[in-house]
């Protein structure tokens, strides 16, 4: 291995690790135990296993990687992994995301006071939660209904909407449940509720937009339709690209690249969710990684821009800077399966995704949960059961498409308790 060539991926998937072997790049992986697989430890060059959301942790494993091998560049595409590869871009002076950035896109209460400072157009009223009496002070002074979640958790997880004062005492509860049961549910186990952030409710519809920056310069790939349902905040489908007029889309990208400039992001993949409503163009978070839920493969077949192999390569060289926004073929959409019970039970049978991944048309096809699991009624991302991933001509045709397929062939049953 050489230092210039050299890449320390932290948390990397398989698919993180082939992208950057395909780029011919040698790799240091720094892996948490849960997440550990054998095939990881065949593409890396040395692989190291630590608890990279403790920074104590993962510190001495990066020093010594550094003073062994040598690595131009940090990289980390999932959530928990981020805040400590910014601290190793610091540490080393390494190009690349700083820790006070990722902080600010971490912590969303954070992305809030510095959203204010600036004056930007996307902000909305924030407080953190101290305790119940401050969630009728917040409604109080902001209005009923608004919205209450982790600073720094995903997947829609812990996220309640106040819709009235008499809705306090139970998302009080459900908060101090949540706070108090350790890592949490899915997010891959590695988030503990502590902080929470209370927000005023932004109106409209959903999206998220997919972006790569470059010098600071912030071309955006996709404005992505989002689906979900009333009574909770789970995602239930995307849809690229976005069915919306050009107006729309045209202050939906012009608001992500204010944001993004606001926050200091100059570089690498970033996935930002806004809502448009009657304010216009509300920042709900950002993150600087590649979107989940199977965004980029829809970018990917729309666009034909591989999100991750641009992530990898950017820092090196290895892949020319995009110019423009680039055109869309044809349209893309992912739709998640909710639990067919509408309540609690167990999974006792799952079939048809042969049949469907043996369609040209499926992008993916994944079952979600494992006969015998036990399963709820949706309240965030990690209810769902399954999804399926299509092309289509349009939009409309890949949604229109998903939707029969699991419908028609895609059988999950579930027997309630």
Same mark, same amino acid.
Not at 379 to 385: E, K, P, Q, S
């Given at each position: 291995?050489?230092? !210039?060539?050299?890449?320390?991926?932290?948390?990397?998937?398989?698919?993180? %690790?082939?992208?950057?072997?395909?780029?011919?790049l040698s790799v240091i992986l720094i892996q948490h135990k849960n997440k550990f697989t054998p095939e990881q430890a065949e593409l890396a060059d040395a692989t190291l296993i630590a608890d990279y959301t403790d920074w104590a942790a993962v510190r001495p494993q990066a020093e010594a990687a550094y003073e062994r091998w040598g690595f131009a560049t940090a990289l980390g595409l999932t959530d928990p992994a981020l805040d400590a590869v910014a601290r190793i871009n610091d540490l080393f002076g390494l190009p690349g995301t700083s820790y006070e950035v990722s902080r600010l896109?971490?912590?969303?209460?954070?992305?809030?006071?510095r959203l204010a400072e600036a004056g930007a157009?996307?902000?909305i009223g924030a407080r953190l939660l101290e305790d119940r009496q401050s969630l009728f002070e917040f409604g109080a002074e902001f209005g009923y209904p608004f919205v209450v979640k982790p600073t720094d958790a995903a997947a829609s997880l812990?996220?309640?909407?106040?819709?009235?004062? $008499?809705?306090?005492?139970?998302?009080?509860? $459900?908060?101090?449940?949540?706070?108090?049961?350790?890592?949490a549910r899915g997010c891959g186990g590695l988030f503990t509720?502590?902080?929470?952030?209370?927000?005023?409710?932004?109106d409209g519809p959903e999206f998220s937009v997919e972006s790569f920056s470059?010098?600071? #310069?912030?071309?955006?790939?996709?404005?992505?339709?989002?689906?979900?349902?009333?009574g909770h905040f789970a995602e239930l489908g995307h849809t690229v690209p976005a069915r919306i007029d050009r107006f729309r889309e045209n202050r939906i990208v012009g608001a992500t690249q204010e944001f993004l400039d606001t926050i200091g992001l100059t570089d690498g993949p970033s996935h930002t969710e806004i809502k448009f409503g009657r304010r216009g163009p509300v920042v709900?978070? $950002?993150?600087?990684?590649?979107?989940?839920?199977?965004?980029?493969? %829809?970018?990917?077949?729309?666009?034909? =821009?591989?999100?991750?192999?641009?992530? =990898?390569?950017?820092?090196?060289?290895?892949?020319? !800077?995009?110019? /423009?926004?680039?055109?869309?073929?044809?349209?893309?959409?992912?739709?998640?399966?909710?639990?067919?019970?509408?309540?609690?039970?167990?999974?006792?049978?799952?079939?048809?995704?042969? !049949?469907?991944? $043996?369609?040209?048309?499926?992008?993916?096809?994944e079952a979600l949960v494992s006969v015998g699991d036990?399963?709820?009624?949706?309240?965030?991302?990690?209810? #769902?059961?399954?999804?399926?991933?299509?092309?289509?001509?349009?939009? /409309?045709?890949?949604?229109?498409?998903?939707?029969?397929?699991?419908?028609?062939?895609?059988?999950?049953?579930?027997?309630?308790?």
């Open positions: 291995m050489t230092p !210039e060539n050299t890449v320390l991926l932290v948390g990397a998937t398989v698919k993180v %690790l082939q992208a950057a072997k395909a780029h011919g896109l971490r912590n969303k209460f954070r992305m809030r006071q157009s996307t902000v812990g996220v309640f909407r106040v819709a009235t004062p $008499s809705d306090v005492d139970d998302v009080w509860r $459900s908060l101090e449940a949540l706070r108090g049961n350790g890592p509720v502590t902080e929470v952030v209370m927000e005023e409710y932004a470059f010098g600071g #310069r912030h071309v955006v790939l996709s404005v992505t339709e989002k689906s979900t349902s009333d709900i978070e $950002s993150h600087n990684r590649i979107g989940g839920d199977r965004i980029h493969d %829809l970018v990917e077949a729309v666009y034909g =821009i591989d999100l991750t192999h641009y992530a =990898i390569g950017w820092p090196f060289g290895l892949v020319d !800077e995009l110019r /423009d926004r680039p055109k869309a073929v044809g349209g893309a959409a992912v739709r998640f399966v909710e639990n067919p019970a509408g309540t609690e039970g167990t999974v006792v049978s799952i079939d048809g995704f042969d !049949e469907l991944r $043996s369609r040209s048309e499926v992008i993916a096809a036990e399963v709820r009624a949706v309240r965030d991302n990690n209810d #769902r059961l399954a999804l399926v991933a299509a092309t289509g001509p349009t939009g /409309d045709a890949a949604v229109k498409l998903c939707e029969e397929l699991i419908e028609n062939t895609l059988r999950i049953q579930v027997v309630p308790k």
